[in-house]
């Protein structure tokens, strides 16, 4: 039987996070917010599935000495950490330009290149539910069977498996054909609007998300302000309303999303449920800096 945990495993960043008060003017200054704070796809879901009560284990890579310092951030928001350190690669890092709605970022993927799917223990599958991962993992892997076998090893304990697609630039550079095929037998996948039509080749919501229903058990295609559009297999399709907040930095909505309702699919095992819960950990993300929960 499966256990009642929540394995994430992939990218630990050290976010540098700029709001500029205005257009950036080249070659001289722009006054602006800049703050600095951990992040990464993996960690932030991990972090967010923690503050919606979840038990969560995180598995990641760091450079060598910022175990202690990212262990206890993912702590604080109850996560348990199994990080190791990686004796020459610095710890990965993005700079965040935020415009409204939209982000730059700039990426240096450090120690994250270095971890697989073969860095999940048979001791964490033993104890849980679920185990989620980020396309960013899949797109930097020298092996992607091994995504594969983590799929199998998961399959044969009763362990579903959600992804998020994480960037449809990536996705386009790694082929969505190919993207599709290591991640078969997942059971939830979470992509946004872009990503959802990349993957198909297709552009309005309803018929991404038919296509992909027919490879994936659930499929929550988030579509920014305007919410999300969800489809289990065999079941009714739903759309959650996306909150209205003032939206302060977009880092980390989709990571949040899938959380919420991730934590709440596991506990209920209900679609509408798990919807909303995505949807209201979603609008807590853009009501603050960073790709974290704040409180």
């Not at 080249?26 to 917010?33: L, M, Q, R, V």
């Not at 993996?42 to 969560?56: T, Y």
């Not at 199994?82 to 700079?95: D, E, N, R, Y």
Request: hydrophobic fraction near 40%; aromatic fraction near 6%; glycine fraction near 12%.
């Amino acid at each position: 039987m499966p256990g009642t945990r929540i394995v994430v495993f992939g990218d630990v960043i050290d976010d540098i996070v700029v709001v500029p008060s205005g257009p950036i003017r080249p070659d001289t200054d722009t006054p602006s917010s800049i703050r600095n704070s951990p992040g990464g796809s993996a960690a932030n879901a991990a972090s967010w599935l923690g503050s919606a009560g979840a038990q969560v284990d995180f598995v990641g890579l760091v450079g060598e000495g910022d175990v202690e310092r990212h262990s206890l951030a993912l702590e604080a928001h109850g996560v348990t950490p199994h990080l190791s350190a990686h004796p020459t690669l610095p710890t990965g890092a993005i700079v965040v330009l935020v415009d409204g709605q939209s982000r730059s970022m700039l990426t240096e993927r450090g120690a994250n290149v270095e971890l697989g799917p073969d860095d999940v223990s048979d001791a964490l599958l033993e104890r849980a539910a679920f185990v989620h991962f980020s396309g960013y993992s899949v797109f930097a892997s020298r092996d992607t069977d091994a995504f594969r076998r983590l799929i199998e090893r998961s399959a044969t304990r009763g362990v579903g498996v959600s992804v998020d697609p994480g960037s449809a630039g990536f996705l386009v550079d790694f082929g969505p054909e190919h993207f599709l095929d290591v991640i078969a037998g997942a059971s939830v996948l979470f992509p946004n609007l872009d990503e959802g039509r990349v993957l198909t080749g297709m552009h309005d919501p309803d018929d991404i998300v038919t296509a992909l229903s027919e490879r994936f058990e659930v499929v929550a295609l988030t579509l920014g302000e305007t919410g999300a559009l969800v489809a289990v297999r065999g079941g009714e399709r739903l759309y959650a309303k996306a909150h209205s907040v003032e939206i302060v930095d977009p880092t980390g909505a989709g990571d949040a999303f899938s959380a919420g309702f991730l934590a709440s699919w596991v506990r209920d095992h209900d679609s509408t449920t798990a919807a909303s819960a995505g949807a209201a950990l979603s609008a807590r993300a853009v009501s603050s800096t960073g790709g974290r929960p704040t409180r």
